[in-house]
């Protein structure tokens, strides 16, 4: 069985799609390379691959600990 890993990273309006370490298409919305890598894994599925979805923001903030509501 095949393993295909696509991979959605970027910030703001640029956003770019991988599929196995190759870089594809470029996207100006996060969504937009979002459902480029489910079209692409639909089509990866159906041949009977296994596959990875990996979506990464560059723009990621630390939240500090003290600022988030305990729960309980």
Known sequence: MTVNLYK???TGQSW???RNGELGA????E???FEAAVLGATNDLRAGDE???EVK???TR???AAATPERG
């Open 8 to 10: 959605v990273s970027g």
């Open 51 to 53: 596959i990875t979805i």
């Open 57 to 59: 923001r560059s723009d």
């Open 31 to 33: 969504e937009g390379a």
């Open 16 to 18: 770019t799609l991988s």
């Open 26 to 29: 470029s996207y100006t919305s």
């Open 62 to 64: 630390q939240i500090d």
